[in-house]
């Protein structure tokens, strides 16, 4: 059973769009995270939530709205799609008592 | 702020040979290392960790890392590569002003050849 799951793969959309990606953990985990990597493989990390509740937000455009509606779950939703977004988003979990992150295998997002 | 280093883009390696992964830190306090993998076209996958303890630190698929705390380096090392080792690493640490948050290097490309 995969861990941390993400879908879509991949997604290709244009310009201007509004798009969602969705992040599902079957760990039980508390916190979950959204991370970015960028062409160079650079890796940021770009929130975290614990039980739903948004606890870390790194200096994210407001274009980009994530939502946990259970702490299973981390959406996260682009609005107005510009060509400087196009990435690799991975989502993340861990377990509060751990200090081990556990990643999904990655949304490779193009914007045309 | 928490950070770390990569001071190599690459690192190419023969194998059957030992490889080496460099990585310093900069932190406040004592430091929470870690290791990642990530193979092409895949998430990252935890290696290994030092919180506290033995500075030798042993993980998954026969790595190990060091912590020298007056060097201030976590290198990635492996007796004998593989050329399935080939992969981008990453060593992390993890930020005590965020909740959790793991504040990655660069990344190191290994490369072993046949």
């Known amino acids: 059973d995969t861990a941390v799951s993400q879908t879509p793969k991949y997604l290709v959309t244009q310009m201007g769009n509004d798009k969602s990606i969705k992040c599902e953990q079957n760990?039980?985990?508390?916190?979950m995270y959204w991370y970015k990597q960028d062409s160079k493989k650079f890796l940021k990390i770009m929130f975290s939530?614990?039980?739903?509740?948004?606890?870390i937000n790194e200096t994210v455009p407001n274009r980009f709205s994530p939502k946990s509606p259970d702490k299973a779950h981390l959406n996260l939703h682009i609005n107005s799609l510009e060509l400087g977004d196009s990435a690799v988003y991975f989502c993340?979990?861990?377990?509060?008592?751990?200090?081990?992150?556990?990643f999904g295998p990655g949304t490779r997002l193009t914007v045309t | 702020a928490q950070s770390v280093a990569q001071p190599e883009d690459q690192v190419n390696v023969a194998e059957g040979n030992p490889l080496t992964v460099k990585c310093t830190y900069s932190?406040?306090?004592?430091?929470?290392l870690f290791w990642y993998v990530q193979y092409p076209n895949r998430g990252l996958q935890f290696l290994l960790k030092?919180?506290?303890?033995?500075?030798l630190v042993k993980g998954s698929y026969g790595f190990e890392a060091e912590f020298n705390k007056s060097q201030t380096s976590f290198h990635l090392k492996k007796p004998s590569a593989l050329v399935s080792d080939s992969a981008l690493y990453f060593c992390?640490?993890?930020?005590?002003?965020?909740?959790?948050?793991?504040?990655f290097g660069t990344g190191t490309r290994l490369l072993v050849s046949p």
């Open positions: 760990l039980g985990h508390d916190t």
């Open positions: 939530y614990n039980n739903k509740e948004l606890i």
């Open positions: 993340a979990s861990q377990d509060r008592g751990s200090n081990e992150q556990y």
């Open positions: 992390a640490v993890r930020d005590i002003t965020g909740f959790q948050k793991l504040v």
């Open positions: 932190v406040s306090g004592n430091p929470y």
């Open positions: 030092y919180i506290t303890g033995d500075n």
